[in-house]
């Protein structure tokens, strides 16, 4: 493979080593027995309960869990994570890049967003079950007030970094005001804007999950939430394996777009 | 092809003058009551020390700064902002980098609302005319900086400006490609005659190129020279009898006393 492509590559080879040898020590604990199986099942067993329970599931349907095993459950958490995304997207940037060019927007904003940075989104959960119900609302609200806030502040920073002869360029060469937003400001500050997205991905799955654990009608979270109490242990740890496979394939597919979008910037010299 | 041909407009400086508050509190004026009159397709360089005021009139004459007494008018008609009319090229890079190197061509013309095949024709004319014709589908992170100076200086002439204006734009270059696009500019600009204002630090620039050399100190012009040395010019007219007098006066405007000095005692 050449240097090229590797740097072209949405994830480092070398991290796929580190989770074999995780996988690896994973088999190990629980080959030698240094921790109980009844605390850590094996892999085997792990695997085999997502055979199992992956497309239909008589068990987990005794739960009073959806029918179609953890992949309906897998394909609720995925919308509400995708859906509350794209909403902050369009909010997040829209109102980000709009406060980083208009003052008074920025001064009214700001000491919002930074307040909701600071509380712990966790500790809004319940207001949200509260207004909302175990509905789907209540997650994907929830998400979008995280997701945005990052989105935000990414994107405000993104263009008071970009440098203003773009615009006074774009001004200059007869560019109006949505012409310059779009062409100057939306595509110079991608790859800032990218990666607050990820970030914010990369918390919503954990977040979703959690407040789906609080009160929802499907889900990962709430699969989770049905297991522990029957302390089933292989069952949960294949629901979070999933999750957590789902959400890495997310973000390499993510990072591969974001890449391709902003292929126009100099490569990074690694050393 | 649409050519970019247009019809050039003189620029008329009335009384001009921009003050800025430093931090401190106390007010500085950049440019001080400056009234100059510009022939249209006029060659002129702005010359002079640094914080002379030179680039700031330069940003007041393409509207991105606003003039705080007198009058800009080009071709009769007051100044009020930005225009393609009045095409800047910038000292720093000023390329979108995030376009490939023909659509940055096209953006001026885009902007405008000028057909799809005719901005095309236009940019890839101006890409030929700079040596950038091969190099359209590039990224302007696959270019030089001499290279990304040519695609700016092309994105410009495509719009068809009345008005150049080029703010020190040869200045981080090394010395062959300074030459180079030299040559460039002037084989443009002898193509569509806009009327050119053009920022340098560089003496010899500044006489290989301009019909006019206005000098700037403490935000007022203190010099009007009228460079009369026959075109095509070329690195040997800067010995001519003329040439080396305009040479000394700008030196000793630029305060280099001691090599003006060091030339006459040689002599």
């Given at each position: 493979?050449?240097?090229?492509?590797?740097?072209?590559?949405?994830?480092?080879?070398?991290?796929?080593?580190?989770?074999?040898?995780?996988?690896?020590?994973?088999?190990?604990?629980?080959?030698?027995?240094?921790?109980?199986?009844?605390?850590?099942?094996?892999?085997?067993?792990?695997?085999?309960?997502?055979?199992?329970?992956?497309?239909?599931?008589?068990?987990?349907?005794?739960?009073?869990?959806?029918?179609?095993?953890?992949?309906?459950?897998?394909?609720?958490?995925?919308?509400?994570?995708?859906?509350?995304?794209?909403?902050?997207?369009?909010?997040?940037?829209?109102?980000?890049?709009?406060?980083?060019?208009?003052?008074?927007?920025?001064?009214?904003?700001?000491?919002?967003?930074?307040?909701?940075?600071?509380?712990?989104?966790?500790?809004?959960?319940?207001?949200?079950?509260?207004?909302?119900?175990?509905?789907?609302?209540?997650?994907?609200?929830?998400?979008?007030?995280?997701?945005?806030?990052?989105?935000?502040?990414?994107?405000?920073?993104?263009?008071?970094?970009?440098?203003?002869?773009?615009?006074?360029?774009?001004?200059?060469?007869?560019?109006?005001?949505?012409?310059?937003?779009?062409?100057?400001?939306?595509?110079?500050?991608?790859?800032?804007?990218?990666?607050?997205?990820?970030?914010?991905?990369?918390?919503?799955?954990?977040?979703?999950?959690?407040?789906?654990?609080?009160?929802?009608?499907?889900?990962?979270?709430?699969?989770?939430?049905?297991?522990?109490?029957?302390?089933?242990?292989?069952?949960?740890?294949?629901?979070?394996?999933?999750?957590?496979?789902?959400?890495?394939?997310?973000?390499?597919?993510?990072?591969?777009?974001?890449?391709?979008?902003?292929?126009?910037?100099?490569?990074?010299?690694?050393? | 092809?649409?050519?970019?041909?247009?019809?050039?407009?003189?620029?008329?400086?009335?009384?001009?003058?921009r003050t800025f508050r430093r931090?401190?509190?106390d007010l500085v004026r950049a440019?001080?009551?400056?009234?100059?009159?510009?022939?249209?397709?006029?060659?002129?360089?702005?010359?002079?020390?640094?914080g002379?005021?030179?680039?700031?009139?330069?940003?007041?004459?393409?509207?991105?700064?606003?003039?705080?007494?007198?009058?800009?008018?080009?071709?009769?008609?007051?100044?009020?902002?930005?225009?393609?009319?009045?095409?800047?090229?910038?000292?720093?890079?000023?390329?979108?980098?995030?376009?490939?190197?023909?659509?940055?061509?096209?953006?001026?013309?885009?902007?405008?609302?000028?057909?799809?095949?005719?901005?095309?024709?236009?940019?890839?004319?101006?890409?030929?005319?700079?040596?950038?014709?091969?190099?359209?589908?590039?990224?302007?992170?696959?270019?030089?900086?001499?290279?990304?100076?040519?695609?700016?200086?092309?994105?410009?002439?495509?719009?068809?400006?009345?008005?150049?204006?080029?703010?020190?734009?040869?200045?981080?270059?090394?010395?062959?490609?300074?030459?180079?696009?030299?040559?460039?500019?002037?084989?443009?600009?002898?193509?569509?005659?806009?009327?050119?204002?053009?920022?340098?630090?560089?003496?010899?620039?500044?006489?290989?190129?301009?019909?006019?050399?206005?000098?700037?100190?403490?935000g007022?012009?203190?010099?009007?020279?009228?460079?009369?040395?026959?075109?095509?010019?070329?690195?040997?007219?800067?010995?001519?009898?003329?040439?080396?007098?305009?040479?000394?006066?700008?030196?000793?405007?630029?305060?280099?006393?001691?090599?003006?000095?060091?030339?006459?005692?040689?002599?």
């Amino acid at each position: 493979m050449s240097r090229r492509l590797l740097l072209r590559l949405p994830f480092d080879p070398l991290g796929l080593t580190g989770l074999i040898g995780l996988a690896v020590l994973w088999w190990a604990i629980t080959f030698f027995q240094w921790v109980p199986t009844v605390f850590l099942p094996t892999p085997e067993v792990v695997v085999r309960a997502i055979g199992d329970n992956l497309t239909a599931s008589r068990y987990l349907e005794n739960f009073h869990l959806s029918k179609g095993g953890l992949l309906t459950a897998l394909i609720y958490t995925v919308q509400n994570v995708v859906l509350a995304l794209v909403l902050a997207c369009a909010l997040g940037i829209g109102v980000g890049l709009t406060s980083a060019r208009v003052g008074i927007v920025r001064s009214l904003l700001d000491p919002v967003v930074m307040t909701l940075g600071t509380i712990p989104i966790l500790v809004t959960a319940p207001f949200f079950l509260i207004w909302f119900g175990t509905d789907r609302l209540a997650q994907v609200v929830l998400l979008v007030l995280y997701d945005t806030t990052l989105i935000y502040l990414f994107a405000q920073r993104a263009a008071g970094n970009l440098d203003p002869t773009y615009e006074a360029a774009a001004r200059t060469m007869g560019a109006g005001r949505r012409k310059i937003l779009f062409d100057v400001y939306l595509k110079g500050t991608l790859p800032e804007v990218f990666g607050g997205i990820r970030i914010a991905l990369a918390g919503a799955w954990g977040l979703e999950a959690i407040s789906e654990l609080l009160g929802a009608p499907d889900g990962m979270g709430k699969v989770i939430s049905a297991l522990a109490s029957a302390t089933d242990v292989p069952t949960i740890m294949a629901t979070v394996l999933v999750l957590a496979t789902v959400a890495v394939a997310f973000d390499a597919a993510v990072a591969g777009v974001f890449g391709y979008i902003t292929r126009w910037q100099p490569e990074v010299a690694h050393g | 092809m649409a050519s970019g041909v247009s019809t050039a407009a003189g620029l008329r400086l009335d009384h001009v003058s921009r003050t800025f508050r430093r931090s401190g509190g106390d007010l500085v004026r950049a440019v001080d009551d400056v009234s100059i009159d510009i022939p249209a397709q006029q060659f002129v360089c702005l010359i002079g020390p640094s914080g002379c005021g030179k680039s700031t009139l330069l940003q007041m004459l393409a509207g991105l700064q606003p003039i705080n007494s007198g009058e800009i008018s080009m071709g009769g008609q007051p100044i009020a902002g930005p225009s393609p009319e009045r095409g800047l090229v910038f000292q720093r890079d000023s390329v979108f980098p995030w376009m490939r190197v023909i659509d940055n061509a096209v953006y001026g013309l885009a902007s405008r609302g000028v057909d799809k095949q005719t901005r095309l024709a236009t940019a890839r004319h101006y890409l030929g005319l700079v040596g950038l014709a091969q190099w359209e589908r590039s990224w302007p992170r696959e270019l030089s900086g001499g290279m990304l100076k040519r695609v700016a200086v092309a994105t410009v002439f495509a719009n068809a400006p009345k008005v150049l204006l080029l703010d020190e734009p040869f200045g981080a270059l090394d010395y062959v490609t300074r030459l180079q696009l030299q040559r460039v500019l002037l084989n443009l600009w002898g193509e569509s005659r806009p009327t050119v204002v053009f920022v340098t630090h560089d003496v010899d620039e500044a006489l290989l190129m301009s019909d006019r050399i206005l000098v700037m100190k403490g935000g007022r012009v203190v010099d009007d020279r009228q460079v009369s040395l026959a075109r095509p010019r070329v690195v040997e007219s800067l010995a001519l009898a003329e040439a080396v007098a305009h040479k000394e006066a700008l030196l000793l405007h630029l305060g280099l006393q001691d090599l003006v000095d060091e030339r006459l005692a040689r002599v």
